[in-house]
């Protein structure tokens, strides 16, 4: 149990265009979402936490019309890069907290995005 | 100075060799995770922990709340246990954000 699944597992993109990633908590029901990005031999940096039907909240220095999150639904959160550019090059992962698990979060396995 | 510290960095061992790696932290907290990162990229939650200890087939996990330590052991390790072993804790106090160690990177030859 307490799978979470990230699509596509890797894009190559160019630079200007947006690229959308998404979450999904396949057998339980996430309130909570997290999404993160890691940069090469460094660890995971929090861009933005995203809660069910609300709007998310951002990390300082982390551009919310860059990276645009919805959280539609209980199982689904997706992460849009917006004109992406070389520097957004990354590798994205989401976490999932599951209802009512306060302190449990389960990883996505990433989404290696590179920018040409 | 990090929040959590992990140690070693970097770790080299024998296939078979009993496996610890290390990790403190400087604030109260309600959780602590071990996570696993594989060459590629994919994380893989090993344990939550916010007392004492948990064992999952040849990984044992302990924390010591009064000292803010954790300890990951690994027995009989093997290749395929080479990852990225990383530690991050979760505050008291409310907020959901976890607190991220640098990572110890683990090397089992065969």
């Known amino acids: 149990g307490a799978v979470v699944s990230q699509h596509p597992s890797w894009v190559i993109c160019k630079s200007g265009t947006s690229v959308k990633i998404e979450c999904r908590s396949l057998?339980?029901?996430?309130?909570?979402m997290f999404w993160y990005r890691q940069f090469p031999k460094q660890s995971l940096m929090l861009m933005a936490t995203?809660?069910?039907?609300?709007?998310?909240?951002?990390e300082q220095g982390v551009e919310k019309d860059k990276f645009l999150i919805n959280h539609a639904s209980l199982t689904l959160s997706t992460l849009t890069v917006t004109s992406a550019h070389p520097e957004d090059s990354s590798f994205y992962i989401c976490?999932?907290?599951?209802?009512?698990?306060?302190?449990?979060?389960?990883f996505g396995p990433g989404t290696r995005l590179t920018v040409l | 100075k990090n929040e959590v510290e992990q140690s070693p960095q970097n770790l080299t061992a024998q296939e078979g060799e009993f496996i610890t790696i290390n990790c403190s932290y400087s604030?109260?907290?309600?959780?602590l995770h071990w996570l696993q990162q594989h060459p590629g990229g994919g994380i893989v939650s090993l344990f939550m922990?916010?007392?004492g200890k948990k064992k999952h087939g040849r990984l044992i996990a302990t924390i010591n709340i009064q000292e803010k330590h954790s300890s990951l052991h690994i027995t009989a390790s093997h290749p395929r246990d080479s990852a990225v072993y990383i530690c991050a804790v979760r505050s008291q106090g409310g907020s959901e954000k976890l607190v991220f160690g640098k990572g110890t990177k683990l090397t089992v030859n065969p």
């Open positions: 976490s999932a907290r599951p209802q009512g698990r306060y302190n449990e979060q389960f």
């Open positions: 604030v109260g907290i309600s959780a």
């Open positions: 995203s809660n069910e039907g609300s709007k998310a909240t951002y």
């Open positions: 922990l916010s007392s």
């Open positions: 057998d339980f029901q996430a309130t909570t």
